[in-house]
Nanobody, 122 residues
Protein backbone atom coordinates (compact mmCIF):
# COMPACT_ATOMS: atom_id res chain seq x y z
CA UNK A 1 0.00 0.00 0.00
CA UNK A 2 1.47 3.33 -1.06
CA UNK A 3 2.06 5.75 1.80
CA UNK A 4 3.06 9.41 1.61
CA UNK A 5 4.79 11.19 4.49
CA UNK A 6 5.25 14.95 4.43
CA UNK A 7 7.82 17.12 6.15
CA UNK A 8 9.12 20.67 6.06
CA UNK A 9 6.24 22.90 7.08
CA UNK A 10 6.56 25.72 9.57
CA UNK A 11 6.37 29.44 10.26
CA UNK A 12 7.98 31.86 7.83
CA UNK A 13 7.92 35.61 7.40
CA UNK A 14 6.35 37.20 4.33
CA UNK A 15 8.79 37.08 1.45
CA UNK A 16 10.49 34.00 2.83
CA UNK A 17 10.90 30.51 1.44
CA UNK A 18 10.09 26.96 2.52
CA UNK A 19 10.49 23.55 0.97
CA UNK A 20 7.99 20.76 1.57
CA UNK A 21 8.97 17.14 1.02
CA UNK A 22 6.73 14.14 0.49
CA UNK A 23 8.40 10.74 0.72
CA UNK A 24 6.66 7.71 -0.76
CA UNK A 25 6.93 4.17 0.57
CA UNK A 26 5.24 0.90 -0.28
CA UNK A 27 5.27 1.79 -3.97
CA UNK A 28 6.95 3.91 -6.59
CA UNK A 29 6.10 7.38 -7.85
CA UNK A 30 6.98 6.30 -11.39
CA UNK A 31 4.04 6.54 -13.78
CA UNK A 32 2.00 8.62 -11.31
CA UNK A 33 0.97 12.24 -11.54
CA UNK A 34 2.16 14.26 -8.57
CA UNK A 35 -0.11 16.80 -6.90
CA UNK A 36 0.19 19.44 -4.22
CA UNK A 37 -3.00 20.82 -2.71
CA UNK A 38 -3.61 23.27 0.11
CA UNK A 39 -6.48 24.03 2.42
CA UNK A 40 -6.83 27.27 4.35
CA UNK A 41 -9.12 27.56 7.37
CA UNK A 42 -12.75 27.70 6.31
CA UNK A 43 -11.94 27.10 2.65
CA UNK A 44 -12.09 24.13 0.31
CA UNK A 45 -8.99 22.17 -0.64
CA UNK A 46 -7.49 23.68 -3.77
CA UNK A 47 -4.95 22.42 -6.25
CA UNK A 48 -1.55 24.07 -6.20
CA UNK A 49 0.38 22.09 -8.80
CA UNK A 50 0.53 18.87 -10.75
CA UNK A 51 3.31 17.05 -12.60
CA UNK A 52 1.89 14.89 -15.38
CA UNK A 53 2.94 11.25 -15.40
CA UNK A 54 3.02 10.93 -19.18
CA UNK A 55 5.21 13.84 -20.25
CA UNK A 56 6.50 15.42 -17.02
CA UNK A 57 4.90 18.79 -17.76
CA UNK A 58 3.82 20.84 -14.76
CA UNK A 59 0.87 23.11 -14.16
CA UNK A 60 0.40 25.61 -11.34
CA UNK A 61 -2.48 27.51 -9.84
CA UNK A 62 -2.49 31.13 -10.95
CA UNK A 63 -2.03 32.28 -7.36
CA UNK A 64 1.35 30.52 -7.02
CA UNK A 65 2.66 30.55 -10.60
CA UNK A 66 6.16 32.01 -10.71
CA UNK A 67 6.69 31.61 -6.94
CA UNK A 68 6.28 27.86 -6.34
CA UNK A 69 8.11 25.02 -8.06
CA UNK A 70 7.33 21.34 -7.78
CA UNK A 71 9.72 18.51 -8.57
CA UNK A 72 10.12 14.77 -8.20
CA UNK A 73 13.19 12.66 -7.42
CA UNK A 74 12.56 9.18 -8.76
CA UNK A 75 15.66 7.75 -7.08
CA UNK A 76 14.64 9.05 -3.66
CA UNK A 77 10.96 8.35 -4.42
CA UNK A 78 10.22 11.80 -3.04
CA UNK A 79 8.42 14.87 -4.34
CA UNK A 80 9.03 18.46 -3.36
CA UNK A 81 7.30 21.82 -3.30
CA UNK A 82 9.65 24.79 -3.24
CA UNK A 83 7.82 27.92 -2.14
CA UNK A 84 9.37 31.36 -2.60
CA UNK A 85 8.14 34.90 -2.01
CA UNK A 86 5.58 33.57 0.43
CA UNK A 87 2.57 35.71 1.29
CA UNK A 88 0.20 35.61 4.27
CA UNK A 89 -2.51 34.27 1.94
CA UNK A 90 -0.35 31.20 1.33
CA UNK A 91 -1.03 30.13 4.91
CA UNK A 92 -2.68 26.71 4.76
CA UNK A 93 -2.22 23.01 5.37
CA UNK A 94 -0.41 21.63 2.34
CA UNK A 95 -1.03 18.10 1.10
CA UNK A 96 0.84 15.95 -1.39
CA UNK A 97 -1.13 13.42 -3.40
CA UNK A 98 -0.70 11.04 -6.31
CA UNK A 99 -3.03 9.75 -9.01
CA UNK A 100 -2.61 8.39 -12.51
CA UNK A 101 -3.86 11.66 -14.02
CA UNK A 102 -3.63 15.39 -13.45
CA UNK A 103 -7.03 17.06 -13.35
CA UNK A 104 -8.66 14.54 -11.04
CA UNK A 105 -11.17 15.79 -8.51
CA UNK A 106 -10.21 15.72 -4.84
CA UNK A 107 -12.71 12.93 -4.13
CA UNK A 108 -11.17 10.79 -6.88
CA UNK A 109 -7.64 10.81 -5.44
CA UNK A 110 -6.84 7.80 -3.28
CA UNK A 111 -3.38 8.56 -1.90
CA UNK A 112 -2.63 11.58 0.28
CA UNK A 113 0.06 12.79 2.61
CA UNK A 114 -0.89 13.67 6.17
CA UNK A 115 -0.61 17.42 5.62
CA UNK A 116 1.96 20.03 6.63
CA UNK A 117 1.08 23.38 8.17
CA UNK A 118 2.60 26.42 6.49
CA UNK A 119 2.09 29.74 8.26
CA UNK A 120 3.25 32.97 6.70
CA UNK A 121 3.26 35.76 9.25
CA UNK A 122 5.45 38.52 10.61
Amino acid sequence: QLQLVESGGGLVQPGGSLRLSCAASGGTLDHLSIYWFRQAPGKEREGVSCIRADDGSTSYAHSVNGRFTTSKDNVANTMYLHMNSLKPEDTAVYYCAVDPLCGSFVDEIAYWGQGAQVTVSS
